[in-house]
C-alpha cells in the first residue's frame, strides 16, 4: 500500500463550480500535511499546510481527519487557473523528509 | 533572489554515459532534495542533505551519488546511465524545521536513450 494515496482524476468541473479531493495516509505517525500544486511541465509550490482544526485561505479550505487518516482539499468557485495537479504531501514528526502524493489533476472548463 | 536553480534543464544521454545535474540555491536552506517524477509514480525522494558535507539515501538512491561540498550546491551524479533513469529530475531546498515547504527548481528532464 502507497503510504499517500490520491485519485489521479481528472477532475473536469465548470468554471464557479465547487469540488473537493480527498487524500488518505497509511502512516499513523504523519505529523504535518501540505497541499502543492503542480502546474503542467512544472515545478510544485506549496498551496497551504492543513492543520487539525482546519484552515481556509481565500477559496481554498484543508481538512485533516486524523481518526479516518484523510485530508481534504475543497476549492470553491472554480476558476480557469485553478487548472494544475494537486499534489498531497506527508511529513513524519521528527524528520525532515516529505512523501508525495501522485497527485490530482483539476480541469476546470468554461 | 533566484531561488533553487537546476541545470541543465534537458540533456538527452546515450546508455552507459555519465551525467551530473547541478542545484543551487541562495535561500540559505541546510537541507537540500533530489526527486525524481515519472508519471502514476509522484515525486520520489533520491538522496537528501541536511548539511554541507553531509548526505542521506532517500526511497531510490541506487544508480545516484550526490554530493554536497558546498552549502549552496547539491549535485546529482548518474555514473552509467539507463533507460529506466528517464525522468525529471527535482531539486529542492527547505522542509526546515516545523515547515514543510520545499522550494524547487524548475526541473531537468532527462532521457537515456
Known amino acids: 500500500r502507497k503510504e499517500v494515496e490520491q485519485d489521479p482524476g481528472p477532475f473536469n468541473v465548470p468554471e464557479g463550480a465547487t469540488v473537493a479531493f480527498n487524500c488518505t495516509y497509511s502512516?499513523?505517525?504523519?505529523?504535518?500535511f501540505f497541499w502543492y500544486r503542480q502546474d503542467c511541465r512544472k515545478e510544485p509550490k506549496l498551496l497551504m499546510s492543513v492543520y487539525s482544526s482546519g484552515n481556509e485561505d481565500g477559496r481554498f479550505t484543508a481538512q485533516l481527519n486524523r481518526a479516518s487518516q484523510y485530508i481534504s482539499l475543497l476549492i470553491r468557485d472554480s476558476k480557469l487557473s485553478d487548472s494544475a495537479t494537486y499534489l498531497c504531501?506527508?511529513?513524519?514528526?521528527?524528520?525532515?523528509?516529505?512523501?508525495f502524493g501522485t497527485g490530482t489533476q483539476l480541469k476546470v472548463e468554461l | 533572489n533566484a531561488g533553487v536553480t537546476q541545470t541543465p534543464k534537458f540533456r538527452v544521454l546515450k546508455t552507459g554515459q555519465s551525467m551530473t545535474l547541478l542545484c543551487a540555491q541562495d535561500m540559505n536552506h541546510e537541507y537540500m532534495y533530489w526527486y525524481r517524477q515519472d508519471p502514476g509514480m509522484g515525486l520520489r525522494l533520491i538522496h537528501y542533505?541536511?548539511?554541507?558535507?553531509?548526505?542521506a539515501k532517500g526511497e531510490v538512491p541506487d544508480g545516484y551519488n550526490v554530493s554536497r561540498l558546498k552549502k549552496q550546491n547539491f549535485l546529482l551524479g548518474l555514473e552509467s546511465a539507463a533507460p529506466s533513469q528517464t525522468s525529471v529530475y527535482f531539486c529542492a531546498g527547505g522542509g526546515d524545521a516545523n515547515t514543510g515547504e520545499l522550494f524547487f527548481g524548475e526541473g531537468s528532464r532527462l532521457t537515456v536513450l
Open positions: 542533505s541536511v548539511g554541507e558535507g553531509t548526505t
Open positions: 502512516n499513523s505517525a504523519s505529523q504535518s
Open positions: 504531501v506527508v511529513k513524519r514528526g521528527g524528520g525532515n523528509k516529505l512523501t
